[in-house]
């Protein structure tokens, strides 16, 4: 590499708070994120159009488009050009939208750079000129001709004082008003134009009232309105009367307050006005459209983004239409901190109408205890069914009710019914299926079209706990009947029904009967049906929180003769089912005509030709094959459904498992950590991840899968997608490895064979009074009914099959009345709301790591796969494309129960591009956390774009240890308020990981992580900083017998690195990884800083010759801006043993800083190559450092559009793809220097080296290292990803030359009174 090059970085992607939009008509709408600006085509389908930066290193607040009357008479006509003018900080800069196919933005001029902040800037009336008024922080305003890129007029307010917002009013600079929100929480209204020879204008108008700063301000001509938005969280509206117009200076003498609006519960950041509705947004990431004749209420809520609230709103024009015949509205856009943008269609509906309950009136005898909902699930023929205390059943249609069927005295007082929807012999028309239970054992199955066609069945003779509906595999023809009887004995059937001249025929087959675990609470409360070659499963869910899996397939044998009637005489107890799982006697149900099969003919007219039994010919109830024991807690298990192989459980316990049926016969075994209670079988389940609802969210019904990705649809919905079991046609071979060969077959079964997808889903359940569906990767509420809580019944219409379609009316019963919430509208869209884009962390981002790089083939390109942690406890995978700038989020992990502060990886040798990704992934932060998981990331060829499956390993709690000691009462229990702060993996051994964390109580705690035993062990921890530790790193070298030493390096707040040898421990721990190992001492000490180190970059290299040791070196940076890089030299004493090895010597060679290499403290540091060294701080700036024999040496810089940057992420592609040709923006090959014979001294000037070692003759970077692009990913305040490029000088002055991309526009500062006058000429 030459030594006149210079290193750039640009930006590839960026995920940023959106602080800007505006609606261009109703068809575009203009987003401002950082400095780009961006270009939605809302017609048909929204979708993006176009790009471009337009600010370089501002970002982007507020953007006007040029009003056709202020246009230039040469342009009016163009209707395809549109000019813009973006602001932001300091800059202004003019940009024309060209409605064209493609879609084009283009800079008008270079950018211009003001002296103050710009507030706000509008388009004025000018003659051949483009002028702008420009608001600026400090009260003032300017006249700027764009043309000719000069300010022409300055006006500054006698009341000088600096403001948080301003508008600006008027057509030209004479009737200009500004209206300015000022620091002392006061609206002042005041004329430009109006100013004197001393450019200095005075306040005509005060408007008092807020408590707090004013953010936001907007203003409606046609009512004469002024809408202020405050820190104090509420919204004034003023009528100030007519402003900017024609000779009507600052409107009304004295302004009235019309209204103040309270709803939102934090800082209110912008305001919108339309005719008789006011729109503000805010930090609690709320919209509210408030009704100005209804008195000032909310008249509806908006809310989509993550936390961190809406930071910019903007309304269309169409909002402030009236349209004849109830059409279609305009268009709301937020833009959150999230970086996600939300667009709603505004149609003048109200909250009280998304809310309002309608009463369907029943009538009839007793009181509704049971409801439910039968019809297509598209909406069509949907008809409420209750079931009532007196045996009766009501269907509910065309807006009346009517008797369907009467029960007998056996029926009466007590109701457990359920329905089915089917189409019988292929009908169009939808009928149901109605089955009612009684307290002594009689199940009535009848067609609610033909309710004397019934059947009476018997299912023992104790009460019916519960009756639950299974579709068959013939859809909308069968179904499985499953009654839950006395003792935990689940009775079952088969009922088909079918459609003959003599009427509706009914045929049922009674099926052998399930046995329940013994437990207290006894009885089914859930199944599915998955169909297998083999033989059907049933995975079941219980009252008392089990998850069961019963094996439908071959007829059991048994030796004793006697033994087949006693089976269900008695229940086994957990300890009996875990020894004999696999009790799998009965037939397959589409087996036909043999014994017990009983086959219930129903005529048309109701006669009854047999009555179907409780067990199948006498034969044993079957028992659980696995059983996962309380797993849902002791609350039970409320929904479980199968979606494309997986498995989606819901329970009392506020969540969500997903699971997986393990083919082959291998031992069974949680999944998730503390799910050990899996029983042994032939084929257990086993639980991948946990999802948890919102907070508070603990009764939890169901799992609704969502059917409608943007723009892309599942398939295999309305079919069955039959897996294969591996277990039955290709038994999978043992293991040969040694130490996990276990879950390596399971990774590897994982990746290549059954090709598992988690499925986007809903969570359906109960919120304080609300019942809610929530959607745990938006984090967003898709509906919200009052219906009271739990504890009733209820069913959503039309039904949804298990499919979440975006719109839904929830009905249910509430003190004797059958209540119904508004029904969906065509018009409503599937979440309420259109993700333009989505969103990230609302809040910032604490860590970010890379998994690696995975090949989407010829039409997916290659993709980077990153995970980040936030404060707002998620974790989030994200696909990266670089070439579009494209972030897709594949996953979100919310098990933190506090902020996540760190990361760490373990994954096999990275070669840059891979089909599929396989990572162990470490997460931790606040109340002493940890998380494990094994990610599995792999390209959908069927939706084209990655995909993600979180297993869920382990996971670990400081506190609950201590719950688990014995004698805990003498011992200090652990600080539940320790944080973790950085993470390291030290050891990645066969039997398991170690892993090393700093904390905030001042350990250093090294923990084991065993992935096949899927636990997390606390091994050792020392208190010798007794400080808090802020970060961690390790490094590993070889000694002459070939033998590793692994090296920890620790940093505290007293701006000290410790030096740690594990090699002991680790040994040690692979011998005997059961013992709890001493804590060692450390071997060395650096001091480095004044005062906390926040981020370590270590790394070593071999001595020249034998016997001369390592090279170690140390960077470090702080909480004082400094950067600071010690070279060690590590080598073995001669002669002297310890343990069979020899100990260390370590000596600190040399050390050089740059005390001010940052204007912030340094949060983040990464090593790229052998010689470069990345900084990233909350000063915003990304720094390339060369790291070589004269010292440190600042290659290149950067502006970051992340705030308060606090991790950062580099990597270096390996020469990039094999014979690849070099597109644009891929970037040269980069060739780094290497760090050699570093000789500095403590203590030497910044930027420089003084002392023994250094090679005068040696130019810097002289030698290359490895090959390949580098990227950097920098995290906080959003996620940039950073390309960097290797340029000469030369080139990037003639291109800086050749743009003229910035230009500085001055002004003089009116002089005060008493002081000489500028000419105004």
Known sequence: MSSDSVLLLETAALVAPVTALEFLREDFLLTGEGPILSVYDLQPHPKTRASLSVL?????????????TSAPRSSASEQTEQALVVFGGKAVRLVQLRDEDPLRLEALGPLIELQDWALDVRWLSGEGHSLLAVALAHNAALLLDTTERQVLVLCSCLEGCLLYSALLLGNTWGDSVLVGGTVFNQLILWRPGAAKQSREAQVERRLLGHSGVIFSLCYLQEAGWLASASDDRSVRVWGVGRLGAAGGGCGKADPACLRVLYGHQA???????????????????????????GGGRVQLTLKGHRAGGVRALAVSEGCSETRPGGGRGGWVATGGADGGVRLWREEGRSEAEGETLTDLGFVGKGVPKVVCVVGGEGGSQVRVVVGTDQGEVYLHGGGQWGLVWEGGADFQSYCAMDVLSVRAGGSVNWDGLCAV???????????????????????????????????GQVRRQEGYLLASGAEGTVYRWRVEAEERDAGLVLKTQALPSFLLPSCAKRWLTAAVLLPRPAGALWVCGDRRGSLLLFKDGARRRREE????????????SRAETERDPALDGNRDPSDGGEEGDEVARVRGEGGVEEEA??????????????????????????GVREYGGLLYSAGRDGCVRVLRIRPGGGGGGGGGGEEGEAGQGGAPLEVLRVQRACKGMEWLERVLILEAEPFVLHRGVEENVLEEEHSDQNPPQPQEEEGGGEENHRIQEMETGCQLREARFVIVGFHSVHFVVWDPV??????SVPCGGGHRSWALSPPHGGVWWGQAALVFLRQGQVLTSRPPRPTDSPAGSQALREGLHGRGLGCVCRLGGLEGGEEGGHWEVLVSGGEDTSLSVLAVQAQTGTVRVLAVIADHISSVRTLATVRPGDDGRRPRLSTLLVSAGGRAQIQCYRLLIGWDGQLARPSCQVIQVARHRLDEQWERKRNRHKTVKMDPETRYMSAAVVHD???????????????VRVFGVSEVRGQVELLWESFHHRRCVLSVATCSVEDRRGARCVLLFSAATDGRVAVWDLSPAASSLDRYPGEAQPAPTPCFTITAHQSGINALAVWEKPGAEPGAGHQVTVASGGDDGQLTVSVLRVQYRQGATEGGRAPLQIQLQAQCCVPAAHAAPLTALGRLGSGLLVSASPDQRVCLWSCSSTGLCQRGAMFSHVADAAGLEVWQEAGGRQGEAEGPGSGPTLSFGSMEDTGCRSGSSPGGVSGSGDSPGRRRGSRGGEGGRGWVVVCGQGLQLLQIKNRNQDEVKDEDCGKKERVKVSFVTPLRQGQDKPNPD
């Open 613 to 638: 039994g409780g067990e199948a010919g006498g034969e044993a109830a079957l028992r659980p094959a696995c059983c996962l024991f309380g797993v849902h807690g002791k609350q039970g298990v409320t």
């Open 778 to 783: 938006r984090q967003e509420r898709l509906l």
């Open 267 to 293: 800082r209110v950041f912008s305001v919108r006005l339309g005719p008789g509705r006011v729109f503000s947004a805010g930090e609690d990431g709320a919209c509210l459209v408030w009704d100005w004749g």
């Open 56 to 68: 370089h290193n501002y970002r982007i607040h507020g953007i006007r488009p040029r009003p056709l």
């Open 989 to 1003: 051994g066969t039997e398991r990981v170690l892993l090393a964390l700093g904390c905030s109580d001042g350990a």
């Open 561 to 572: 003769g006697e033994g087949k009637g006693k089976e269900t005489e008695g229940a086994p």
């Open 437 to 471: 239970g009684s307290l002594t054992g009689a199940v009535q199955v009848f067609p609610l079209s033909q309710p004397g066609a019934g059947v009476l069945m018997r299912a023992g003779a104790g009460k019916i706990h519960s009756l639950t509906w299974v579709e």
